[in-house]
């Protein structure tokens, strides 16, 4: 089979049909989210503490958070249609030169102590991280139904390397070039990301069908669907909080007197915990339903809070932080397979940049937010907060679980697919 051969017109989404083929580009895609990973995390473990040092106000402190969450936003549609015309190959690469540019641009930004500079950067961060979360639903992409929740989870697991790599380039290159802190770390961040370009560029994935170029119904009959609309709230609440408490942590501990190294420390931890689980997230989500999932995740999430109402010591900073970490995996990873069962295979590249986009808006609002409210009110008035978005999600869960939706790739369409391919 050739490998980005275009579908014939009417035919659904091809799939890889090569054993072999499918697995190098799901191991493919797992080393590119580890390595593009660390992109992310060097910018959290460094985003809140560079903006005070540049900042011309210390209350903008987080607002460079801010605006990688906002590149995130501002990329998932530019970077769905290149996806959808010209395959996710093409995406891919785009966004790790994405990766490049910024890790580059905020080395110079720290050498001239220029806050905008490190705005733009982190903008082209947050252009290269939608990107790389379409990873996930890549994987999906190249194998049969039945395996796509454990094709998503085992690239997520990608992330628990980047849970490694991320805080320890921080740890031992912030201060490789003095006095211009972290700019050695952004040039290290530049060389990782050209280096996950080399990766995807190795992926082979089907071409755009014919179907997927012309084909589908309409985003709004769609969007308007119950169990796309439990799917986005859920992802959307998940992804908020975590970056609404993830985004203050680091300057949290700093402002109650610990260590950059700890902070650091907790933040490889958190991220750990955040893919960690997807080794068996698939599994669960197979077993027990993608709701059961997220309701897990939406607890863990709560029960983050709470440790951090308990106390200020470096344990409890920590402890919240892995609990965050464990309660985005089941929330995110949940709600992206009700993603996937919202939509039939010719409209996936739409659907998921729409879910996409609408989850990293909603998280810009988050990152917004959160700096402002850590700066005049203190840490226990951000996790305070943070309940009001649990129990919206909590809410559209019940709603779902009280009439459940029929989804267009359940159990009939898994069977109208194989009819197709044998056909």
């Known amino acids: 089979m050739p490998h980005d051969a275009t579908a014939l017109p009417g035919q659904r989404t091809p799939i890889l049909s090569d054993r072999r083929e499918q697995r190098g580009n799901i191991a493919r895609l797992t080393i590119a989210q580890a390595l593009s990973g660390a992109n992310s995390t060097v910018i959290y473990a460094t985003g809140a503490i560079i903006g005070v040092m540049l900042a011309p106000d210390k209350a903008l402190a987080t607002l460079p958070i801010s605006i990688f969450v906002v590149g995130m936003a501002a990329s998932i549609l530019p970077t769905g249609l290149i996806a959808q015309r010209y395959g996710r190959r093409a995406s891919f690469l785009a966004g790790t030169f994405g990766g490049v540019l ?141 970056n609404f408490l993830m985004t203050a942590a680091p300057l949290a501990m700093r402002m109650c007197g610990h260590s950059q190294e700890s902070s650091n420390l907790g933040l490889q931890w958190h991220v750990i915990a955040m893919y960690a689980p997807s080794f068996f997230t698939g599994r669960l989500i197979t077993r027990f339903g993608a709701g059961s999932v997220v309701a897990a995740g ?69 990152s917004f937010s959160s700096g402002g409210l850590l700066t005049s009110h203190g840490w226990q008035v951000v996790l305070w907060v943070s309940f009001a978005p649990l129990v919206l999600g909590v809410i559209a869960l019940s709603l779902a679980a009280r009439r459940p939706a ?18």
């Not at 560029?201 to 309409?218: C, D, K, M, N």
Request: glycine letters at 10%; a positive charge; one cysteine or more.
């Open 102 to 242: 910024s890790g580059l641009l905020a080395a110079l930004a720290v050498v001239v102590g220029s806050f905008w500079i490190f705005c733009l950067a982190t903008f082209f961060g947050g252009a290269y991280a939608a990107v790389v979360l379409s990873f996930r639903f890549a994987a999906a992409d190249c194998v049969e139904p039945e395996w796509r929740p454990r094709a998503l989870s085992i690239v997520m697991a990608g992330g628990v390397a980047a849970g490694v790599v991320g805080p320890q380039l921080v740890t031992y290159t912030m201060n490789l070039w003095p006095p211009h802190m972290f700019a050695a770390t952004f040039i290290a961040q530049a060389g990782v990301a050209a280096l996950s370009a080399v990766v995807v560029a190795g992926v082979r994935l089907p071409a755009p069908s014919t179907a997927e170029l012309s084909g589908g119904r309409p985003l709004l009959v769609i969007a308007r669907q119950r169990k796309f609309i439990v799917a986005v709230v859920c992802g959307a609440v998940s992804y908020m909080l975590m």
């Open 298 to 366: 939406l607890a863990l999430t709560g029960l983050s809070a709470a440790v951090g109402l308990a106390g200020v010591d470096v344990t409890h900073f920590w402890l919240s932080l892995v609990l965050l970490g464990l309660g985005w995996n089941f929330g995110f990873v949940g709600a992206s397979a009700m993603v996937l069962e919202s939509h039939r295979p010719e409209e996936k590249a739409r659907v998921q940049a729409l879910n996409d986009f609408i989850v990293f808006g909603t998280m810009a609002v988050g």
């Open 406 to 423: 029929k989804s267009p790739t359940g159990p009939s369409a898994v069977r109208e697919h194989r009819n197709s391919r044998e056909a």
